[in-house]
């Protein structure tokens, strides 16, 4: 059996998300009534929610390279960041790893492409949503990638880093997010939103519109996930 090491914490409620749909898909797959390998290392996301604040992106991958080898000295087959953020960076991280690692964002992509996706919004940090690391994938497939106006990204960057990543999901940033989506799909006749925060499916996950398609990364990550543990 192969073993997953998942790198966890950013931030924790989205781990657990992880754990629990990585079991459910593996499970549901597998019909055997055994459970995957798992190993989660999680990590203090306000220690690198500080280095990317600061733009310090030399001193947040070698420390993620550090827990990655952590996982790989305790037996992991695969690796996986457990959010968007830390994946800008991933290229090196994946240069520099003892183990493979499975791109979020490669994964996003190729779900957009099997969707015949041609035009879409991504939310997320503004780390994630200005670092050009989802760009330059969608790009190679040919798949226009929208951000938030300057205002927009403000918005879901503070509730984001102030709320989400704190377990606090309100009604009204949830209404306040909606609202954002609602402008993309008129200003910029979107298909779809790509979640690009694993918090986000938490606050957003059942407020899906019939016009437009919410693409839910940490779903979309784990079934990329699930099928290396069982390739």
Do not use: W
Request: proline share 3%; with cysteine; aromatic share 8%.
């Amino acid at each position: 059996m192969k073993t997953v090491g998942l790198i966890g914490g950013v931030g924790p409620e989205s781990t657990i998300e992880y754990y629990r749909f990585i079991i459910e898909a593996y499970r549901e797959r597998k019909q055997d009534d055994t459970y995957p390998s798992i190993i989660i290392n999680s990590v203090d996301v306000n220690k690198y929610v500080g280095l990317a604040t600061a733009n310090q992106f030399d001193t947040f991958a070698d420390g993620l390279v550090i827990e990655i080898d952590r996982l790989a000295c305790a037996g992991a087959d695969f690796g996986a960041l457990a959010a968007n953020t830390p994946h800008i960076v991933f290229d090196e991280l994946q240069r520099r790893s003892r183990i493979p690692l499975v791109s979020i964002v490669e994964a996003t992509c190729d779900k957009a492409r099997s969707l015949e996706l041609k035009r879409v919004a991504l939310l997320g940090t503004r780390f994630t949503m200005t670092g050009g690391f989802y760009q330059d994938v969608f790009a190679r497939a040919d798949i226009h990638l929208v951000v938030p106006n300057d205002e927009e990204q403000t918005y879901i960057h503070e509730k984001y880093i102030g709320e989400l990543l704190k377990n606090v999901f309100s009604d009204e940033t949830r209404s306040g997010l909606l609202a954002i989506i609602d402008q993309l799909r008129q200003r910029d006749a979107i298909e779809a939103v790509i979640l690009g925060g694993t918090e986000l499916p938490l606050i957003l996950r059942g407020a899906e519109r019939d016009d437009i398609k919410f693409l839910d990364t940490t779903k979309i990550h784990v079934e990329k996930i699930v099928e290396r543990l069982l390739s």
